[in-house]
């Protein structure tokens, strides 16, 4: 019961929280699920670089999997195909990909897409991840912690998103749905 009334606080004081427990993740590995609105902790996918949430294997991808992440030593967290099975049965863990450092795009990219990278550019930020409670939260320039992610409908495959940051457009087509992302999975996993 607490842990659903916290949520509903935390998603009540919006996307930027100024103060509170903050700290890192142990070194235990540990999956993303995201929580939204018709969103009911999805896991996690690398697919081809980018972040998606799906409810199964994303197959339009040709290197994907559900990623586990383990801590770094300066707040980057670091992701490698789990060896877990998805909703449908299918193995999540077939992906190629090695210690990918999960990212969201900074104040200054045009481009809203969460993603994955070995060797992060100017545009995407990876070692500003702190956490709240299981909340993952992004650390802002100015020293705010804010949950600014979205998921985009996946038009051509069903029950996927593409995790995206911090949209500031108007969303008239109802596109984007407003997710936190979480370290715990859904009761039902």
Do not use: C
């Given at each position: ?8 606080c ?29 969103i009911g902790?999805?896991p ?8 998606v ?13 559900q990623?586990a992440?383990?801590p ?13 099975t998805?909703?449908?049965g ?7 990909f090695?210690?990918?450092?999960l990212?969201v ?14 060797s ?18 992004v ?19 069903e ?6 940051w ?23 996993a």
């Open positions: 019961m607490w842990a659903k009334s916290f949520g509903i935390l998603l009540a004081l919006g996307p930027t929280v100024s103060a509170g427990i903050l700290g890192q993740r142990s070194s235990d590995s540990f999956s993303l699920y995201a929580y939204g609105d018709s902790g999805l996690l996918y690398y697919a081809d670089g980018n972040a949430i799906a409810n199964h294997t994303p197959d339009n991808a040709t290197d994907v999997g990623v992440f383990t770094g030593s300066s707040g980057p967290l670091v992701g490698n195909p789990a060896n877990e998805d909703t449908s299918k193995r999540s863990g077939s992906g190629s090695k210690n990918q450092q990212f795009p900074s104040a200054n990219s045009t481009d809203h897409q969460v993603g994955f990278t070995a992060a550019s100017s545009d995407q930020v990876t070692s500003k991840f702190i956490w709240y409670g299981h909340f993952l939260l650390e802002t320039d100015d020293g705010e912690y804010t949950s600014l992610f979205y998921a985009k409908k996946n038009n051509s495959q029950g996927a998103y593409s995790l995206q911090n949209i500031t457009d108007d969303d008239e087509d109802g596109e984007y749905y407003s997710v936190s992302m979480r370290s715990i999975a859904p009761s039902n």
